[in-house]
């Protein structure tokens, strides 16, 4: 079993196992084990966050641009209105 962001095999795992328990004890343990699920959720949490707002920006901005754009057409529409009606005429 090998944990795709360390590289560490079962071995090195049950190393840091013992390691946690010799130096904790067993009492301790969970109350560890609780702290590092809420402190990674915390994570989980600030990073959905960032990126949640980061998409909310880019659409901001991606309808700001088609906003610009449309005011653009529209207002060369406006300013040529006879152009048009030639086109259509002939």
Do not use: C, H, W
Not at 36 to 59: H, P, Y
Not at 65 to 77: G, V
Request: no cysteine.
């Amino acid at each position: 079993m090998k944990l795709l962001l360390f590289d560490f095999g079962a071995g090195e795992i049950m190393l840091v196992v013992l390691a946690v328990l010799l130096v904790f004890g067993p009492g301790k343990i969970p109350e560890i084990a609780r702290n590092l699920g809420k402190f990674i959720n915390e994570i989980k949490r600030a990073s959905e966050d960032i990126k949640t707002e980061i998409n909310r920006e880019a659409d901001r901005i991606d309808r700001d641009k088609r906003l610009d754009e449309y005011k653009a057409s529209l207002k060369d529409e406006l300013e040529s209105p006879n152009d048009k009606s030639e086109n259509l005429s002939q």
